[in-house]
Structures are given as C-alpha cells and as structure tokens.
C-alpha cells in the first residue's frame, strides 16, 4: 500500500517535467519542419529558375531582397492570424462550455457531443495495396 502512495507522489511530481519535456520536443520538430520546407520551397525555386540565383548584379539583389522581405512580412502576419484566431476559438469555446478547468471542459464536451462506437473489430476493408485501390473502394462504398 505505501509504494502506491509512493507511486503517485513520484507520478505527479514526473508529470510537469514530462510536459516540458514534450513541449520542447514539440517546438523542436515544428522548428526541424519549418526549417526543412523553406528550405525545400528554396531549392525548388532555384530549380525551377537558376538564373534569378546565380546572378548578383545590385538590382537583382534587390529585388531578391525586397521579395524576401515580403515574404517575411506576410510569414509573420499569417502566422499571428493564426494563432490569434484559432486561440480565440479555443477561448471562446472554454468560455462558452461554463468549464473551470480541463476535466470539466471534458465533461461537458462529452454531455454535448454523441459518442462515437468504436470500431472493433473493424466492419470494414482497412488494407489497400495504394492509392487507386483505396479510391476505388471509396467510391463503390455503400453502393452494395
């Protein structure tokens, strides 16, 4: 009986640097993601047209950077939207529901919301050999 008290002492006290290790885990693939697009989006472009890379003439160099500063800008702008809107939704949401906390949001969220069956074991096809297979299943569903 005491190692279970012993147990939970140790959970709970584990469970804030488990968070943080997630978060930092979290913000590090989406920092690896975002890195790797640009410069995916970069290469494709200096693939698509090598000369607007490989000349350095001053007007070009300005231009290059006049358009990534443009594209800065509006980085910065969609990204605010975003988090700013979806945070508002989420707010309102919580504001909406008379919740206190998380597990009563949940609550609530499950009183309003059916419930969804689970599925197990599965009714229906769940491997496909690709894409095609997958469509044309798709479209023939529910028509038997």
């Given at each position: 009986?005491?190692?279970?008290?012993?147990?939970?002492?140790?959970?709970?006290?584990?469970?804030?640097?488990?968070?943080?290790?997630?978060?930092?885990?979290?913000?590090?693939?989406?920092?690896?993601?975002?890195?790797?697009?640009?410069?995916r989006t970069i290469m494709s472009a200096k693939k698509t047209d090598p000369s607007v890379f490989e000349n350095t003439k001053p007007a070009n160099v300005a231009l290059l950077e006049g358009g990534s500063r443009l594209a800065m800008r509006a980085?910065?702008?969609?990204?605010?939207?975003?988090?700013?809107?979806?945070?508002?939704?989420?707010y309102g949401c919580w504001k909406l529901s008379g919740a206190s906390n998380m597990d009563e949001f949940k609550l609530k969220v499950k009183e309003k919301f059916p419930l969804v069956p689970r599925n197990d074991p599965p009714r229906s096809r769940t491997d496909f050999d690709g894409l095609?297979?997958?469509l044309k299943y798709l479209s023939t569903w529910g028509k038997e």
């Amino acid at each position: 009986m005491m190692a279970d008290a012993a147990e939970v002492t140790t959970e709970g006290s584990n469970d804030r640097v488990f968070k943080i290790k997630a978060g930092i885990f979290l913000s590090a693939v989406a920092g690896v993601s975002i890195l790797a697009g640009f410069s995916r989006t970069i290469m494709s472009a200096k693939k698509t047209d090598p000369s607007v890379f490989e000349n350095t003439k001053p007007a070009n160099v300005a231009l290059l950077e006049g358009g990534s500063r443009l594209a800065m800008r509006a980085l910065g702008w969609g990204t605010l939207y975003s988090v700013v809107g979806v945070g508002a939704f989420c707010y309102g949401c919580w504001k909406l529901s008379g919740a206190s906390n998380m597990d009563e949001f949940k609550l609530k969220v499950k009183e309003k919301f059916p419930l969804v069956p689970r599925n197990d074991p599965p009714r229906s096809r769940t491997d496909f050999d690709g894409l095609t297979d997958l469509l044309k299943y798709l479209s023939t569903w529910g028509k038997e």
